[in-house]
T-cell receptor, first 117, second 116 residues
Framework: AQKITQTQPGMFVQEKEAVTLDCTYD???????LFWYKQPSSGEMIFLIY??????QNATEGRYSLNFQKARKSANLVISASQLGDSAMYFC??????????????FGGGTRLMVKP | GAVVSQHPSRVICKSGTSVKIECRSL??????MFWYRQFPKQSLMLMAT?????????EQGVEKDKFLINHASLTLSTLTVTSAHPEDSSFYIC????????????FGDGTRLSIL
């Protein structure tokens, strides 16, 4: 079974509108972390936001917020006031356990976001 | 911030050549670094976990003799693609984590490898 699922391969959003990118995860660990990364066409991976499994409040970082619904095992990324520079691939990733082997990340398949002017 | 430098960014070479890619954490020490491979329009697939001073841990299906990893110091890991063939053409990207388990992995800019 997929550990991280991003069901939207591609999405369009109008500039200045908000957009939600979906991410669901599967784990039996009680302690885990969820990350969102942005990958522009140039290839680098840019860290956006982190949510720990024990964090009671949804994480926010500037225009990015994470809609964390633990019971539903979802960690959707919300981008407010979209900008043209937000056009990129977005990956959801999970780190299982507090100190798992190397603390590796498992990535979802990604969502390509395209912002329309 | 945490900076990870990866070099070279682009390699084009003939089949049979061995290619070395370097990954450096510039402003922090990393006992563990990670190497990923990414095919066009696909997600990142973990190849191996690079451990400073010990052997790398490879993911299932990744040939350790093909992809040699050396983590000689707390700031440097290298991936050598030995006797590269066209099917090894891909985007390779490394990462390292600064700090505790809640900290993100920071990625290098990646290396686009093209084998002719």
């Amino acid at each position: 079974a997929q550990k991280i699922t991003q069901t939207q391969p591609g999405m369009f959003v109008q500039e200045k509108e908000a957009v939600t990118l979906d991410c669901t995860y599967d784990t039996s660990d009680q302690s885990y972390g969820l990350f969102w990364y942005k990958q522009p066409s140039s290839g680098e991976m840019i860290f956006l936001i982190y949510q720990g499994s024990y964090d009671e409040q949804n994480a926010t970082e500037g225009r990015y917020s994470l809609n964390f619904q633990k019971a539903r095992k979802s960690a959707n990324l919300v981008i407010s006031a979209s900008q043209l520079g937000d056009s990129a691939m977005y990956f959801c990733a999970m780190r299982e356990g507090q100190n798992n082997a190397g603390n590796m990340l498992t990535f979802g398949g990604g969502t390509r976001l395209m912002v329309k002017p | 911030g945490a900076v990870v430098s990866q070099h070279p960014s682009r390699v084009i070479c003939k089949s049979g050549t061995s290619v070395k890619i370097e990954c450096r954490s510039l402003d922090f020490q990393a006992t563990t670094m990670f190497w990923y491979r990414q095919f066009p329009k696909q997600s990142l697939m973990l190849m191996a976990t690079s451990n400073e001073g010990s052997k790398a841990t490879y993911e299932q299906g990744v040939e350790k003799d093909k992809f040699l990893i050396n983590h000689a110091s707390l700031t440097l890991s290298t991936l050598t693609v030995t006797s590269a063939h066209p099917e090894d053409s891909s985007f390779y990207i490394c990462s390292a984590r600064k700090g505790g388990a809640t900290q993100p992995q920071h990625f290098g800019d990646g290396t686009r490898l093209s084998i002719l």
